[in-house]
């Protein structure tokens, strides 16, 4: 059964400051996905991470993946309150090959920015 | 209408009720998902259809029944629910090329069964 586990689950952090968010699996996958909810909202798409080193960059965030520690992190750089959400990875390993994927989600971060 | 969206937004019913939740998405896309989003477990997936045909259902009790007529609409029809059904359900389609599996949320259902 695949596990999926992300830390911290909530974080409060100060503008301006750094952090990382972690994601680990537990069974070999190369299709990484996070997400981001804000409170009473549904999920938004944040970033697709698909091989090995992958890295990509939105604003003041990053996230990369590491398929052979089986690890993904999402860096928040200088913080702003915008950011305050709960940020879900979640892991596909079932590709069906015909267009249907099954994700596997963590419990997510909820992440307060505090001015 | 653009993205996925779900009717209605809130429903409260009792344990005896019958009703169903809908799903339509405007994106062409040809895979349907409905999730459980309950406080305190993660985001779970509850049933998978691509064109049309469902392709998988993780374990859902029967009294949760889904429903895809057609590649743009899905169907949650639920009956004799229990208390602790009371979730945010959410549906979300994706296309295999181009979006690399990326699965887009509606903006979900929630639910409370008294």
């Known amino acids: 059964e695949l596990k999926v586990e992300q830390n911290p689950l909530f974080l409060s952090m100060q503008e301006g400051k750094n952090y990382t968010i972690y994601c680990n699996y537990s069974?070999?996958?190369?299709?990484l996905y996070w997400y981001r909810q804000d409170p009473g909202k549904s999920l938004e798409s944040l970033f697709v991470l698909l091989s090995n080193g992958a890295v990509k960059q939105e604003g003041r965030l990053m996230a990369s993946l590491d398929t052979k520690a089986r690890l993904s992190t999402l860096h928040i750089t200088a913080a702003v309150h915008d950011l305050s959400a709960t940020y879900f990875c979640a892991v596909d390993i079932s590709y069906s090959g015909a267009g249907s994927y099954q994700l596997t989600f963590g419990k997510g971060t909820k992440l307060s920015v505090i001015p | 209408e653009t993205g996925v969206t779900q009717t209605p937004r809130h429903l409260v019913m009792g344990m005896t009720n019958k009703k169903s939740l809908k799903c339509e998405q405007h994106?062409?896309?040809?895979?349907m998902y409905w999730y459980k989003q309950s406080a305190k477990k993660p985001l779970e997936l509850m049933f998978v259809?691509?064109?049309?045909?469902?392709?998988e259902n993780n374990s859902v009790p029967s009294r949760f029944s889904p429903e895809c007529p057609n590649s743009s609409h899905l169907f949650l029809h639920l009956h004799t629910l229990q208390p602790e059904d009371s979730a945010l359900y959410l549906c979300?389609?994706?296309?295999?090329?181009?979006?690399?599996?990326?699965?887009?949320f509606g903006p979900g259902t929630r639910l409370l069964v008294l």
């Open positions: 979300a389609s994706s296309q295999a090329q181009g979006t690399a599996g990326t699965q887009y």
């Open positions: 069974t070999t996958s190369d299709r």
């Open positions: 994106l062409g896309h040809n895979a």
């Open positions: 259809y691509n064109f049309k045909e469902q392709t």
